[in-house]
């Protein structure tokens, strides 16, 4: 299944609105089982390097590269990446 892509800010807002969300039941956004197990994802960090082949450097045959760093939403269930969807769209549209 495809993860969702987000970028630190937009995780950031996303997880502020589900710490309101489930301030009663904090342990949801603390344990991962438990957010796999409500929540039907856990995130992860990952680090993309782009390289550009444009800015090659003869001399030393390096390449600059820059790093973008996001967070993945990995689904577990389809309903639940609909219903995530669904629910947050508006915030991560918003940039």
């Keep these: 299944m495809k993860p969702i892509k987000l970028t630190p800010r937009q995780w950031r807002i996303i997880r502020e609105h589900m710490v309101k969300e ?50 993945m939403l990995d689904f577990y269930s389809e309903s639940m990446r609909t219903m995530f969807l669904l629910k947050y769209t508006h915030l991560i549209n918003d940039k």
């Design 22 to 71: 489930y301030q009663a039941t904090p342990s949801v956004l603390m344990l991962r089982s438990k957010m796999r197990e409500v929540l039907g994802f856990t995130p992860r960090e990952h680090t993309e390097y782009t390289d550009h082949p444009e800015f090659v450097n003869e001399a030393f045959g390096e390449r600059p590269y820059s790093i973008d760093q996001n967070i």
